[in-house]
């Protein structure tokens, strides 16, 4: 039996097709890329695929590129061909020759030439040619006092200066021809230089008679001139100068805004805005000034008391700071015939009469002694002719003793003056020492206690108090030490705490409260959190009094004035518009509280009630935040003047009752009361003690609760107009107003407000609105159905817009570029380490050669000399 054919595969049907001698040789260097489906039609390009080759291709083209650029790595050493036209493809090689030879030819010229001077060539001098500038030929200046400057003839600077024969030959060459044609003499060195001194004195003689007649000739003119410049002027006559008065030409406005510009006050430079601390370090040093000096005027010290002396300053004086010990001069000044000395104290209070008599002897003495200085002033000069005839006189010492007699003289008149003034002076320093004791010191320690500060402000009045705190806080300022911080900020609770006392005494201090609020909030701007927590904790005790008192009776007392007081402060210090505030939301929620919660059983109730209801007023009127509990206790206020409470019909909110026995405290007891009532506001005093003994007092004291009332209750209406709910919140009120407490029962300032309050009521418009959802777009359920795109056949999606279309086939190939770059990043690092390792293996080959040739070497040398030594042996 034969051998069973064999089976043709594709791969020999690519060998045969193809006529490459690499796949003929190699068949195995064929890759054939099979594919999973035929398509009818289509022509592939890559069936088949030749890896061998393709990467035996890209191996050399990276040692043609990337291999080149490794090896020249951090090496800048090129040869470079810079010969003329050696990258020129175009041009001939003959020319190419030509054209350097013709350049090396102009370079050796150049470097020749150099340091060739040839005759031909004319060297210069910043332009000018040195033959000409050694000629010398530029006239010279002369010192000459003639006018005109440097006019010297070239014959007389040759005589003078030397060289001037060849000059004078040259100059008058063509003069000596004229003459020897003419049979005359050549005239000699001696003869040519007369005739150039007699020429320039000649010019110079010219020259005076031409300035001469010019001057004479501008005289004529000028009296030419003034001759017919009389008959240019038209003078018109007095008569009519003194009818018609001169009239101004008018500035331009030009000329009016440049002199405004001129009188404008121009800029100056201000001075430098002050730090904080800086200002609090003057402010310190400032008050240790001024406490030194009034214990130096309590210790009777008068050195800064006096004026200031004058103090003589040299002419030498550099101004440097620099300061004697003392001043031992006295400044001296003549004034009414007398010395006066500084120390010296004239007393020049007199009669108006006397000063009047005493005016003419003094004018008549004055005469007098100016006479008698004239007579001196004579003897004065005679002798002084006299005495500088003699020069050898004693005459300097005569001037020293005589001045010596003069200090002496002033002297003993400082003593004695001294002596007076301190008699005179001792009254004086006594009501200035007891005036300094009196006086409010100026620096103050910060106080540590409590009690410290009630010393420190014992027994003084509202205004020294206020400057004894502020004075505190200026030498205990934060920046001076660094202590100061924590006693300022106790110096704040101490503060409120003091407030509190001064509002329990009987009467209350309420002028000092006000005088020490403005330096309570000072403090409370530089640590609003110790203010903060100090009011907390009394807003805090007094509502856990109050819950603690309701849980017991039921209800509880108003607050006493000491808590209203802290109330107002805390409105003054603390923002009240905020939406919530650690310190005003919890002083709103007290008032809240205790107008829902405090019975009132007393017209001292009612007026601390009315207190609540104006700081309610107070803390709302920014924000406009609606307090029911105001409007209810407001309301409730009126229903106590109803004196029909059965008729009433309406709805009365606790505290208040409807009926009992304090139901009827506004209530009059007589209605003629109204007509002799005046309009005062209520005291705060009436909240801690009310005493009202007759009636009238007390119906007076009732219309001026009900007027507080009205007024605050016209206050909400304007602050709770925008409300929607306005009428009907204020619907009691009017019901009240208009049908049991008219207007003819009441005075007629209530009268107004009653009037205005129920115009502002009624006026409100009245609009309702039904209430609706809010108009929007209705959101879409969300919907799971699935999303269906219609897919074609080989995977490609169709129904997509164009751009959608061409978006994905750029996605598509740029992800196929990027996976592309990075297979090639790839190969080419794996390339570079194949060339790395290799170098590094042929290092150490070549290493290892060269050990292993000294090695042989050595063992050579080494049975060499052995072989040598075994021969000496033998």
């Known amino acids: 039996m034969g051998k069973a054919p064999k089976k043709k595969n594709l791969a020999d049907k690519v060998r045969k097709a193809k006529a490459a001698t690499e796949i003929k040789n190699n068949p195995f260097e064929v890759k054939i890329n099979r594919k999973k489906f035929d398509v009818l039609g289509r022509k592939s390009k890559h069936d088949v695929g030749l890896p061998g080759v393709s990467r035996s291709k890209a191996i050399l083209k990276r040692k043609e590129t990337l291999l080149k650029e490794y090896k020249q790595k ?97 100059k008058t060459s063509g003069g000596d021809q004229e003459d020897e044609q003419g049979g005359q003499k050549i005239k000699s060195r001696q003869e040519l230089i007369e005739e150039l001194i ?50 101004k030409a008018k ?133 002084e002719e006299g005495s500088g005839e003699d020069e050898d006189g004693h005459s300097d010492l005569e001037s020293e003793q005589e001045s010596e007699n003069e200090e002496n003289d002033e002297e003993e008149e400082a003593s004695s003056s001294r002596q007076q003034q301190q008699t005179l002076s001792r009254e004086e320093l006594k009501a200035r020492q007891e005036a300094a004791k009196a006086e409010l010191p100026y620096t103050f320690a910060a106080p540590e206690s409590y009690e410290d500060l009630k010393d420190l402000l014992h027994g003084h009045t509202p205004d020294n108090q206020r400057l004894i705190v502020a004075r505190t806080q200026k030498c205990n300022h934060p920046s001076l030490a660094a202590g100061n911080k924590l006693k300022l900020q106790k110096l704040v609770g101490f503060l409120m705490e003091y407030m509190g006392e001064l509002a329990t005494r009987s009467p209350p201090e309420l002028g000092t409260i006000d005088k020490l609020i403005p330096e309570l909030y000072a403090l409370c701007q530089m640590f609003p959190e110790a203010a903060g927590k100090s009011m907390q904790s009394i807003l805090g005790d007094a509502a856990h009094s109050m819950e603690e008192a309701v849980e017991v009776k039921g209800h509880a007392a108003f607050p006493t004035l000491d808590m209203l007081v802290y109330l107002k402060v805390t409105a003054l210090l603390f923002p009240t518009s905020d939406f919530r505030h650690p310190v005003t939301t919890p002083a709103l929620l007290f008032i809240s509280l205790t107008l829902t919660k405090c019975l009132v059983r007393s017209l001292q109730d009612l007026t601390s009630g009315l207190v609540l209801c104006c700081l309610a007023v107070e ?95 016209k206050r909400c209406c304007l602050l709770y107009k925008d409300l929607t709910s306005f009428t009907h919140i ?145």
Request: one cysteine or more; proline letters at 3%.
């Open 251 to 383: 500035p331009e406005e030009y000329d009016m805004m440049v002199r405004e510009l001129g009188f404008e006050m121009k800029a100056q430079p201000s001075e430098k805005m002050k730090s904080p601390e800086e200002l609090a370090k003057e402010e310190k040093e400032k008050l240790q000034k001024l406490e030194a000096d009034r214990l130096r005027r309590m210790m009777g010290d008068e050195g800064g008391d006096g004026v200031q002396s004058q103090v003589h300053m040299s002419a030498d004086d550099l101004n440097d700071g620099f300061v004697l010990d003392k001043h031992d001069k006295k400044t001296l000044a003549y004034q009414d015939g007398k010395w006066n000395i500084e120390e010296e104290t004239e007393d020049d209070k007199e009669e108006e009469g006397e000063s009047e008599k005493e005016e003419g002897s003094e004018a008549e003495g004055e005469n007098e002694e100016d006479d008698d200085d004239d007579d001196e002033d004579d003897v004065e000069e005679e002798g």
């Open 74 to 170: 951090n090496k800048s050493n090129k040869f470079i061909d810079r010969r003329l036209g050696e990258y020129d493809a175009k041009m001939a090689p003959e020319d190419k020759i030509l054209q350097r030879f013709a350049i090396e030819r102009q370079r050796a010229h150049g470097k020749r030439d150099v340091y060739n001077l040839n005759e031909e060539e004319e060297l210069t001098h910043y332009g000018q040619s040195l033959a000409e500038i050694e000629k010398f030929n530029d006239t010279v200046g002369s010192d000459d006092e003639s006018e005109e400057k440097g006019l010297l003839s070239a014959e007389l600077t040759a005589s003078h200066f030397g060289g001037g024969g060849g000059l004078l030959r040259k």
């Open 619 to 713: 803390y709302v009127s920014l924000s406009k935040r609606f307090l029911p509990e105001l409007i209810n206790f407001l309301s409730g206020t009126l229903h106590l003047a109803v004196q029909d409470k059965a008729s009433a019909g309406c709805m009365v909110v606790p505290p208040f009752r409807l009926s009992g026995k304090y139901s009827d405290l506004l209530v009059l007891s007589n209605s003629e009361s109204c007509s002799s009532w005046r309009k005062e506001n209520l005291p705060l005093s009436a909240t801690q003690q009310l005493e009202l003994k007759s009636d009238l007092n007390k119906d007076h004291y009732r219309l001026n609760c009900l007027s507080t009332c009205l007024d605050l209750v």
């Open 730 to 874: 204020f619907q009691p009120i009017r019901t009240l107003l208009s049908k049991h407490l008219s207007s003819h029962m009441l005075p007629s300032p209530l009268q107004e407000l009653h009037s205005e309050i129920l115009e502002a009521i009624s006026s409100a418009s009245v609009t309702h609105t039904r209430l609706v959802f809010e108009k929007k777009k209705p959101i879409p359920l969300k919907l799971f159905t699935p999303k269906i795109v219609e897919v074609l056949d080989y995977g490609k999606k169709r129904g997509s817009t164009r751009e959608e279309r061409e978006k994905e086939r750029l996605k598509h190939k740029y992800k196929k570029e990027f996976k592309g770059a990075l297979r090639e990043i790839r190969k080419d690092s794996r390339f570079l380490a194949r060339e790395k390792l290799s170098e590094v293996m042929n290092r150490d080959a070549e290493r290892k050669r060269k050990v292993k040739e000294l090695l042989g070497s050595l063992a050579t040398q080494e049975g060499e000399w052995k072989a040598l030594k075994r021969k000496k042996r033998k």
């Open 198 to 247: 007699q020429k320039s004195k000649q010019e110079k003689r010219e020259r005076q008679v031409q300035k001469e007649e010019a001057q004479e000739l501008t005289e004529k003119l000028d009296q030419d001139w003034k001759s017919i410049q009389a008959l240019m002027v038209k003078k018109t006559p007095k008569a009519e100068n003194v009818d018609k008065p001169e009239e």
